[in-house]
């Protein structure tokens, strides 16, 4: 027996739970004014990757058995029916955007219509893999909050120009305060013609990734640590029993570490952040080139990572979360990474970007008490915490060093835990959680009178900020 | 409306952290019951097979066997019986808290604006003893927050009533 009850507020709860499948809509005149269609390339683009190693693995199977070319149109059918299936998909794929929602029909066999409400649109993505970026196209990626409802809000495949142009659209609709009641009202208000037109905005570069820096740093991080033990121990091994038998164990392995540093240097090439009008601008890429357009107001989270042998360069991380998962291509490890705004760079880039992810962050002052060096020895060195009317922040860490901000606005809940050893000592930790993906600000190891103070008090400042938010919404300084 | 900088008190009082200000509510005693309802129901069939698969070896490897797996029933019986004492939850008045836990002991605090929907759920046995467990959603995957064994009547109008609460105080993401 579920009797779930959702609770609608004038924004109403997540978009997952209020823009949900509309099923079995009669379907309406297929020329009908407004609606458009995909790019009719997008079906080659979206089976992309699969099609093309089929296609390869059957042709050199071919080659190799060295059969009749009778055989080869048999296995040409397989790829030609995959394809025709992305074709039938394509051509009953339909999207428009009216009274500020955006409306994306597909499915031959079930219908399924979706809307979503542009005012809770998180972030939005123009994303283009190799193939896409050789055709001139790209995927349109709009992250809403809520787990399953990411799915449908991708637009693959529309040219590269229509994308960026659809793009600064669905922001300009969306703009306005991010949180408070009444934004959306506001938001929908807003007629298209009225608006000023912001691709002449200027923007500023607020951090770019200096290239060779980035390969470098990438492998003195844990992953490349992982690399380089894999490398010795097939050197190792190549050198006492003999090339060949010794190194077979390790090529899974060493594809695996390799794929893993090769999508991340892929992902983080080119980084470049830019402050624009409708929000901060992230591009970045190698081969599949990503362009994130994040609101203002919707950040969740700010990681600032610094790993051991980065220290000493004097480099660090920023992270950033939002809420909503992303989507494509994307495996359990990489969702729960989270995007970089800086991939690599100086405390002091690493400072003037979070001046203006927000307005002057506090830093973590309060250490936990010397008793903590017993439950958490090793990273005793980097548990602090702080708070002020906007942000909390925690740092904790065993060797790299992670400070989590949240903005006070964003809390969803907090809670106060405290384990066996813990209660021995008379510590606790408490948990700052957001909507974002898996981070949530951990302020551990504290005295647990304190962290029940903690505890009290971060509800009623949460709720202070939130109305502070209301009345001055620029939780990320633009320009003017 | 608690005084953000006011004193703690003493909160380590009880089996979980308490406040003296905070009026905590508990589960209905028939939790208790369908704890160890579940807990007899593994116990004693398993100590019967058991018993009789011992058996086999001789007579007082069979008994020795039972009497083990009832007293092992005993033993999570008195923890259940314990974690089921440490569930409270107390509304006040801009979010409601939920403590549990005996080994790792937890309070979480959601504001009533954050909740996303309510779920109560019963299962056969818990419908049968007329319970029902209330669960609350927020945008944050982690923030779990849920109070087994309540009565039926008192989950639907507890569901009902932070409902309502959470519409008037609701807050975008």
Known sequence: MTEPVAIGGPEGPLPGRTAPVVPAEPPRPRHNAGWHRLHPLSPL?????????????LVGVAVLNQRQ?????????????????????WLVTRWQIADGVLHVDTGLLRRDSRRF????????????SGLARLLGLAELQLRVAGGDSARGGRLACLRLADAEQLRRQLLTLNIGPASGPSAPAAAMTISRQSLPDLAGQPARMLFRVRTPRLPVAILLTSAGATA?????????????IGPVGAIAPFLPVVAGVAAKLWRQFNGEYGTTVVAARDGIRLRSGLIETTAETIRPGRIQAVRLAEPLVWRAFGWCRLEIDVAGARQRGENRSEGQQLRAVIPVGTRAEADLLLGELMASPPLPAMPAPLRAWWKAPLSYHFLSWSTDDRYVVAARGRVCRKTTWVPLAKVQSVRWVQGPLQRRLGLATVHVDVAGRRVSAKIENRDSVEALQIVRSLPDLARAARSLDGQNPSTLTLPT | MTDPGGAVGSPLAGPGPGEPEVRWLRPSPLLLRARRIEVAAVTVPAAIIGGLAGQFASATAGIVIGVALVLAGLVAERILARRVASWGYAERNDDLMVRRGVLIRRLSVIPYG???????????????????????HTAAAASDARIPGLDAAAAAALRDQLAALGEAQAAGL
């Not at chain 1, 070319?69 to 030609?80: C, E, K, P, S, Y």
């Not at chain 2, 954050?114 to 609350?136: N, Y």
């Open chain 1, 117 to 128: 409400p542009l005012a809770q649109v998180q972030a939005v993505d123009v994303v283009q």
């Open chain 1, 228 to 240: 380089l033990v894999v490398v010795a121990g097939a050197w190792l091994s190549a050198q006492f």
């Open chain 1, 45 to 57: 683009v979206r089976a992309g990757r699969r099609v093309m190693s089929l296609l390869a693995v």
């Open chain 1, 69 to 89: 070319v009778g055989d080869l149109v048999g296995d040409l059918v397989v790829v030609a029916i995959a394809l025709a299936g992305g074709f039938v998909s």
């Open chain 2, 114 to 136: 954050r909740m996303q929907f309510i779920d109560v759920t019963a299962g056969p046995l818990e419908r049968s003893l007329g319970l029902a467990t209330l669960r609350m």
